[in-house]
């Protein structure tokens, strides 16, 4: 049976060293700050927010929240960005998404200043990623890559397929392990809504990743004897109280064939949110001209 990759320990290791780099630039007389904008009712979406928050407070980045009525005009966005672009005290921001309809935004997104762009999301920063000189990666590709080296997989010349082409997990995770890196440097394939035969080009893989957002699309049958598996999807299934969140890959089969399998929640999710902190505190060193190693 397949080990379980523990993305909720590998996430403390990483919050552990972001505790210690806020540590080093606290010395400098830095304090890290992140600022999280929120335009949006979507009670999902207000979670997420808070959960940031006290990730932050957890390691001692300073969180500023913004919430923006979501019957304001978009302008009112842009200024609030505008003025924590030029806010000393914000090293980060991140905008959540999705925001309330009507508002555009790709520019919401291209307004942040690139060097606060904790999310990379901005197109310089998603530039930079594909051009080989990355500034500041999205989290949940990040988070997949640690879990990969944590879990002790060679991912050098390995065989990798991705499930997904998302500009949030999908796209940026194959850019980053087609990097030149020790941690990189895979044959990459990125499988998606119109592929044909799916099944074909998981069984090949040594780590499949799989952020597709359809409960349990990836199953035990479909896989290599010994393959990774990287749950990204988070899913609601069922209702009332036999409500429950599953991931994209089918565990109980998976685990039956793959050597070693994320679990959700606990896996990639996790992850995401260490790797945010991660990314705010390099922004943070950046920005003050100081050498941490995080
Ligand atoms: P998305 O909807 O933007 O993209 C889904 C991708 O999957 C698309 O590229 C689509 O082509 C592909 N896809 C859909 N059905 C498919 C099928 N039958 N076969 C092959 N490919 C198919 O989603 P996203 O934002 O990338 O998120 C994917 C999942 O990951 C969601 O469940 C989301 O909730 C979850 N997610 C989790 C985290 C985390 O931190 N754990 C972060 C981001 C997203």
Redesign the pocket.
Known sequence: RADVIDGEAVAASVRESVTAAVGRLGEAGVTPGLATVLMSDDPASETYVRMKQRDCEQVGIESHHVEIDTDAPQSELFATIDQLNEDPAIDGILIQRPLTEGVDEPAALRRVDPEKDVDGFHPENVGRLVTGDPRFVPC?PL?VQRLLTEAGVEIPGSDVVI????E???KPLANLLLGRDDDADATVTV?????ED?ANHVSRADVVVV????PR?VTGEMLAEGSVVID????AVGEGDDRTLVG?VDYESASEVASAITPVPGG??P??RAMLLRNTVNAAARQAGVEIDS
């Open positions: 949940t988070g499930v997904g082409r998302s949030l997990v999908g499988c998606h809504s119109n592929t799916l952020a597709a957002g359809v699309l990204v999807g988070i899913n994209d990639v999710g992850m995401t």
